[in-house]
Structures are given as C-alpha cells and as structure tokens.
C-alpha cells in the first residue's frame, strides 16, 4: 500500500503547494485543464485503491465463512443519529438578584444586559429590590440593624433612603413606600434620589407595613410568634390610622400587592382557607371568594403583570408544590389550573414565570394552555445553579 499511499500524497500536494498562476485568460484555460487531468489520475489512483480494499475483504469473509465463522457486517451510524447540535436553551434577560447567603441575603444584582453590580454599599440583609427609573430600590432588613431602605445604581453606589425602620419597609407597585420608625408610621415617594415622606401617623402599640398598595397601607404582626396572623389597614388620604384589629380577625394570609394594586390573600370560613380579594378601603372585606382550594396559609403568592394568574403554595400529594391558579375563573369555578414541583423566582411576562429546579436547573413555565409548558433556560452571564430572584419593574 506504501507506493498508493505515495501516489495520493503526490497528486495532493501538488494541488496545495503548485497552484498555477493566473495571468491571462489563456493561462486559466490551460490551467483548468491540467486541473483535470489531475482529478481524473486521483480518482483513478482512489477508485485502485476501493477495488484492492474491497477485495482484501472479501478474501477475508471467504476465510471466516470457510473456517466457520460468521461474517460482520459493516458499521453504520445508528439510526435516529442527529445531524446538527442541538439548539441552545433560550436566553433569558431580566434584571435578577442573586448570590444568596443565609447571613446576608442577596448579595449581587445581575441586569438584563448582563452585567454584575454588587450589592456590599447596603451593608447586607438584602430582601427584595424593584427596577425604577434610576436604578432600584433595595429593601434589606438585619436585626442589629433593623429595616433599610436603599437607592442603589448601576455602578453599585448606594443612598440610604430609610434607616433604622422597626421591620422591612414595604413598596407599592407604583412606588410609593411605607415604613414604620418608633412611635410613627410613614407614607412617601422618592423623588429623584430624595425619598419624600407624604403623610405619617401615631402607629399603634404592635404592626407594621407588610404591604402597600398605593392607597393602603396593611399592617400586621405575629400573635403567636408563627408568622403574621393579625391585620389592619392604614387609609393615609382618609387622615391618622384608627385601630380595627377586631374587624379583620379572619384575614389569616395577605399576599403582596398585584402589579394593579389589587389585594388578594385567604380568609378563614369553616371548612378551611378561602382564596379572596381583599378591599382595603372596607378593613379588608371578602369582595369575592373561592373556597376547597388546597392553598397553604404563607404570604408568598406571586400575581402575574395583568392580574391573570397567581403563584402560591399548595398542598398536593401531601407535599407541599406551587399552584397556578386563574383568578379570571377561580371565583366561578374553585380550581387550582395546574401545580408546579419546582420554585417560582418570579414572572417575566403576564403569562410567564421564571422556575428553579432543586438541583438549579432554570427553567420557564408559560401558563395559560391546556399545560403548563416548562422550558429549560439560560442567563448570559450568570453561573448555572446560581439562586435568583426576579427583580420587580415598578410603575
């Protein structure tokens, strides 16, 4: 095979390394023609070459057929073998918080277009933050250090725009802030990069701010140390608070705000919890209410952008998952839509939520078919298994 081998490499190598220069018309002309003189020798010296290997071959079957043996037939590529990579996860750009340690919450904020910004300038404790027009707002909470309230921009500089609060503040979806500091509860909205208190009041003996929807400041505290279970509303256009903590005895849940400023959370009847949207303006008053539905008695509910579709622990198969339910037809037709076995990080759209698995994976589960369709995802920039939270647009 040595003097083929010799042959083939010739016939290349002259291809590669004597390429005919092209000065004139004429040149090309004879050019292209030993051009082809040589591609007809190597498909000649190729075509010897297939004959002798085939032939080899077939000397060697006749030998394990006249020995005994059974021939083996030649390789092929297993069926169903794909032809082309397989497509890439879809991208996912939103502004997230991330890098979540137990001591001092979230510690970096990772934007939409990809870059990092530490979140250090707040000192840790960081719960929550909203996308406003410059920058975000960042609530953190330590018990040394109480509830903050910060300012911080791209480059990762911070203003303190609330110091010492008694809890966290809270932030409505227009952006107002309520917070409560010593004898006092407050209203107020930034302006620029001032935070301008708007009205404020004696505060009651106990309760905060857990919730603001622009117009309603909701207070709650823990009677019994498991978690809020006492709530109260604060009017701040209808003058001071005015205690009504006997009126609202059944309200055992209060889920933040939907991005409209509705309220939802559940009240307590007889057979169990009830799913219900809230009046603020009536000491929280059941306007409507859904009732058998398996929902856990936690605050953490999440209502899509357009007020459509909420996130909230359910009971399912005695484990504890995520329902989605339809609050256009929930009232008419108690049911949870479907229930999720991974964690919501919060929505991207109105029919969209961004889910973590427990082994990290990312995925988006988009709601509003016969299914929930969940497809795996990706964040430029972002480390896979990293915990994020969905950062909140507000206005």
Known sequence: MTGLDDIVRTALQEQVQAPPAMRS?????????????????????????????????GLATLRDVRDG???????????????TAPPASPAVRADLLTDFHSMDGW?????????????????????TAYRTAGGWLVVAYMPQARGSLWLVRPDGSA?????????????????????????RLYVGHLAGATLVVDRSTPAPARGSPIAYTGTA???GYSETGGGI???????????????????????????????????L??????????????????????????????????PYG????????????????????????????????????????VGPAGWLDATTLLVRSGDGTLMTARVGGPTVTLTPVTVPGLAPGASIQVVRRLG
């Not at 008694?166 to 932030?171: F, H, L």
């Not at 009017?235 to 933040?256: E, F, H, I, K, M």
């Open 25 to 57: 018309p004429a040149d090309r002309v004879i050019a292209d023609a030993r051009g082809v003189r040589r591609r007809r020798a190597l498909v000649a010296v190729c075509a010897g070459v297939t004959a002798l290997a085939v032939a080899v071959a």
């Open 217 to 219: 400041v909701v207070l």
């Open 265 to 298: 959370g559940l009240v307590r009847n007889g057979s169990g919890e009830c799913l219900t949207k809230l009046d603020p303006a009536a000491n929280l008053r059941p306007s409507r209410t859904a009732c058998g539905l398996p929902l856990r008695i936690d």
């Open 107 to 127: 510690r970096s904020l990772h934007t939409a277009d990809g870059r990092m910004v530490s979140l250090a300038a707040t000192g840790g404790g960081v719960d």
């Open 159 to 183: 203003d303190r725009l609330v110091d010492r609060a008694d809890t966290k503040p809270a932030v409505a979806p227009d952006g107002g802030i309520a917070w409560r500091k010593g004898d």
């Open 69 to 83: 043996g059974t021939p083996v037939p030649p390789a092929t590529a297993p069926a169903g073998t794909p032809t």
């Open 302 to 341: 999440l209502v899509s952008p357009g007020a459509r579709w909420l996130a909230a622990p359910v009971f399912a198969d005695e484990e504890t998952r995520f329902g989605i339910i339809d609050l256009d037809r929930v009232y008419d037709h108690p049911a949870v839509a479907a229930t999720l076995d």
């Open 229 to 263: 279970d006492r709530h109260d509303v604060w009017l701040p256009a209808n003058g001071d608070y005015s205690p009504s903590w006997d009126t609202t005895g059944r309200v055992t849940t209060v889920y933040q705000p939907a991005p409209d400023g509705s309220l």
